[in-house]
């Protein structure tokens, strides 16, 4: 069993910046998918970034250029710093990690962006 912590939420007015940090209690060098995942208030859960196979990232549209993906895997850990927050970046970021059939999330930790 894979227990993912996020933590770094908060608030922050627009235009400001965030780094949520994602802490795995196991290696998640193998897996096969990590990234970030959001949810806003009343919406379905979407994509925002994720790092594949170990190098290759994804990123919506809608946050390409404003945030960055990347791993630490000796610290066990994956990281989103996010600039330029609009308030539409406003929702619960949740981590994930899957490999084959096992797929993680963590709790979440919630963003607010105010205008």
């Known amino acids: 069993q894979v227990q993912l912590v996020e933590s770094g939420g908060g608030l922050v007015q627009a235009g400001g910046s965030l780094r949520l940090s994602c802490a795995a209690s196991?290696?998640?060098?193998?897996?096969?998918?990590v990234g970030w995942y959001r949810q806003a208030s009343g919406k379905q859960r979407e994509l925002v970034a994720v790092?594949?196979?170990?190098?290759?990232?994804n990123y919506a549209e809608s946050v390409k250029g404003r945030f960055t993906i990347s791993r630490d895997n000796a610290k066990n850990t994956v990281y989103l710093q996010m600039n330029s927050l609009k308030p539409e970046d406003t929702g619960v970021y949740s981590c994930n990690a899957r490999k084959f059939t096992m797929n993680y999330w963590g709790k979440g930790t919630l963003v607010t962006v105010s205008s």
């Open positions: 196991v290696s998640i060098f193998s897996y096969d998918v």
């Open positions: 790092i594949i196979m170990g190098s290759s990232t």
